[in-house]
């Protein structure tokens, strides 16, 4: 079930909008100011719903807390005279806005089509093996949900075995993609122990997830 934040100290909007969403199959939580949202970030939202004027403060304060954080959609809720103000909203990383008073379905929609849009962005960037999934976006790495952290030459290496599953890479074609920190190329025995490196991270010991062809290179899967 997708998880919204209705930003709105507004309880009239409050009601109306929290019980069309639920109906909607969305699971719906309220803060109605600044500081009261401040302690929900530290949950995890599909999507956020902002009002502009909120008692102590405004939602592009909010905008670019979460922004800063997380890569999830906002969607501004404005009244017709703050209209020109959204310009500001949509800088600073806002999705959509749509102006009160609004139809229900219209909002939906919205929300439905922002998060259409995402569910593409985050398939694009994730690379997935078995347990091991690659976040392009965010240059992270995660097995079993857990993040493994790799320096960034260790990265380099391993996303470009994994962008290329089921093809064999030499070892040439790594070494004159990737670089050490000072700009100078990986050599032949630097880059075997990066590759151990790299399985001990990930528990691969055994070379059955990076697959070595002798005197070749390394292949992931089959």
Do not use: H
Request: proline fraction near 1%; charge should be neutral; glycine fraction near 6%.
């Amino acid at each position: 079930m997708r998880k919204i934040l209705l930003v709105e100290d507004n309880e009239t909007i409050i009601l109306g909008l929290k019980y069309s969403l639920e109906q909607e199959g969305f699971e719906v939580d309220v803060a109605k100011s600044v500081k009261e949202t401040q302690k929900k970030l530290e949950n995890t939202f599909d999507l956020y719903l902002l009002d502009i004027s909120l008692p102590d403060g405004n939602g592009f304060e909010i905008c670019k807390e979460i922004k800063s954080k997380q890569d999830v959609p906002v969607i501004f809720l404005t009244a017709r005279d703050e209209e020109t103000n959204v310009v500001l909203g949509l800088d600073i990383g806002a999705d959509d806005y749509i102006i009160k008073p609004f139809r229900i379905r219209e909002l939906i929609s919205r929300i439905n089509s922002v998060l259409r849009r995402y569910d593409k962005n985050m398939a694009n960037s994730r690379i997935v093996y078995q347990d091991i999934v690659i976040d392009t976006k965010k240059a992270k790495v995660y097995q079993n949900n857990q993040e493994i952290i790799f320096t960034s030459l260790e990265y380099k290496i391993l996303l470009m075995l994994f962008t290329n599953q089921n093809k064999l890479i030499t070892r040439d074609q790594l070494l004159d993609k990737i670089w050490d920190i000072a700009g100078n190329f990986v050599n032949d025995n630097t880059l075997t122990v990066y590759i151990k490196r790299i399985r001990e991270k990930i528990g691969d010991k055994q070379g059955n997830i990076i697959q070595t062809v002798r005197g070749i290179g390394y292949r992931i899967g089959d």
